[in-house]
């Protein structure tokens, strides 16, 4: 009996995140769990004076350079994956949570870090706020 039927990814495009995926593979394949990829792109910052339009569009143009590795990740140890991109998040812990908690999600996995100096302190804090707030059990990789 499998005890992980759905497995959620956190994923940035960083290499910690790529490594996220990987174990998250595995553990999929091991469990014959479903695997789903989820980037969560946040609001603008405060202090951001561009147009959001084009900063949204970006970040999806951004995510789609990096998602094909992810899905070569899975492909790799044989497991099908499906990504979502939710964008326009006022939080990205809340927003990871609410789709953990809205698809029924067994199993959070997530980098400790993420892509820029700035992104790492954040995905820091994200992967803090799973840990603490999740109603299901959350893997950080390293």
Not at 4 to 29: E, M, N, P, T, W
Request: proline residues 4%.
């Amino acid at each position: 009996m499998s005890f992980f039927k759905r497995i959620l990814v956190a994923v940035d495009g960083s290499q910690v995140s790529l490594r996220a995926v990987d174990i998250a593979a595995r553990l999929a394949k091991n469990e014959g769990a479903e695997l789903v990829a989820l980037h969560v792109v946040p609001r603008p910052p405060f202090e951001f004076t561009g147009d959001a339009a084009a900063y949204y569009e970006e970040a999806r143009r951004t995510a789609k350079r990096w998602l094909p590795s992810v899905e070569r990740t899975a492909k790799t140890h044989n497991v099908g994956i499906s990504s979502e991109i939710i964008v326009d998040a006022s939080s990205v812990i809340e927003a990871i949570l609410a789709y953990a908690e809205t698809n029924n999600v067994d199993l959070i996995v997530t980098g400790t870090r993420g892509r820029t100096p700035s992104q790492r302190l954040l995905m820091g804090s994200v992967a803090s706020g799973l840990v603490e707030y999740a109603n299901c059990p959350v893997l950080i990789v390293r």
